[in-house]
């Protein structure tokens, strides 16, 4: 006979008690009128005092969608001085004609072109290119006033006033960086939809609670800012900003400025970009994902270094959890190999807690899914049938974190998997 109470113990521990945690604080947050940040907290925000933004779009093949994104760009009515740096990672298409066209157009657009051997090597390195090229091009330029967004080649603001957002966000000298929200264009296809609740729900919710409680907030690849001084100082430190051969270099970026103590914020302003309509190609997405948060914990958990880090220990909690959640769906396939097992009368299994428990221990993050379909306003008649799909929809994350730690464990090299773009 096996008893699977520590099983229960550890969903009780990891995710009863921390979805709990996230529900309970949402509510109160909302009852507040305070789930995300959307204004400047009280500071003026006259022209002279915000700063340069320079927003880099690293584009490999992206002449399909590059020009409408660079044209959302421009349309942000930003007070400050707004500027766009196109990376043109060796693309075979028109993407750097496109690009030296925008730059004719207008003198905010720069254009960096890299070449082969050096090109397609991920995109932390043309981050890192594009950085350096920045740098050599405003030698002068006050690195506490300036800030360093990144948007992928099809990502679009939603709200008009994201940009004058961002800029008031980093009148607090205290803020070393912004995340926005993301939400998914192409919402009517039934695939885009699902990645765009996964967002709304545990992206959405998550960041915003741990804005206003822990300060656990990481960055993502579309809609960050980072403050140039920051990620000067990252330079120094570490001999690059972004992280050469790290699938999820967004997410690392995020670790080492909480690890200098910097403080990361989350916006409640939204950037669109287009979701994946096959499962082919969301797989291919979700195995990079998976591969790049695996090479983190690697480099962070278990080497101990954030746990060394000197950053409030709420914080430092919260991040072990975040880096830490892929445990969740290798005991969740584990539980069922248990199940199943006992279903064959392969073995007995017994549990000593209620039924009830069990029942709210497998469902806990169902407020939660409710709380991000609120927050995209899914009508009422719909939410059960999103629930439900959603719920299933979460399990494709099973095999692929367990393929990722295959290519952990023997060693392989990380492979960047660009992702197709279908509309413009």
Known sequence: MV????????????????????????????????????????????????????????ALNEGQV????????????????????IIDDASQDDTRQIASELCQADERIYL???????????????????MYHLLDRFPERNSKRWVIGVFDADG???????????????????????????????????????????????????????DKTTGAVALGGNGQFVRASTLLALAREHGHVWTPGNLTEDLELSIRIHETG?????????????????????????????????????NYIMSRRLLRANIPWLRKFDLHYYLSFWIVPVAVLFTFGLFALAQWGVLGVQNSFPLPLLIANSFSFFPLIFLGLREIKTP?????????????????????????????????RPQWAKTARQYS
Request: proline letters at 4%.
């Open 262 to 298: 910097g403080v990361i914020r989350f916006l409640d302003r939204h950037v669109e970009q287009e979701g994946v309509e096959s499962l082919r190609a969301l797989l291919r997405q979700r195995h990079r994902w998976a591969w790049g948060t695996l090479q983190v914990f690697m």
């Open 156 to 210: 679009r603001p939603v709200e008009i006033d994201l940009v004058q957002r961002v800029g008031e966000s980093f009148l607090d000298s205290k803020v070393a960086a912004v995340q926005c929200g993301v939400r998914i264009a192409n919402r009517h296809h039934w695939l885009p939809r699902m990645q765009d609740i996964e967002f709304a729900t545990f992206c959405y919710i998550a960041q915003c609670v741990r």
């Open 380 to 412: 009422w008649y719909q939410m059960p049938l999103a629930i439900i799909l959603v719920t299933l929809y979460t399990y494709h994350w099973v095999p692929l974190l367990l393929l990722a730690w295959t290519n952990i464990l023997f060693q392989r």
């Open 66 to 85: 590059l020009q409408n994104t660079v044209q959302a760009l421009l349309r942000q009515p930003y007070v400050g001085r707004l500027e766009i740096l």
């Open 3 to 58: 008893t699977t109470d520590i099983f229960t113990w550890f969903f009780i521990i990891y995710c009863l008690v921390y979805n709990l945690f996230l529900t309970i604080s949402a509510l109160l947050l909302r009852r507040s009128s305070n789930l995300a940040s959307g204004s400047n907290g009280g500071h003026d925000s006259p022209n002279e005092n915000l700063p340069v933004i320079t927003i880099m779009i690293p």
């Open 112 to 130: 960096l072109a890299r070449e082969l051997p050096h090109a397609r090597l991920g995109k932390a390195e043309a981050l890192n290119s594009g």
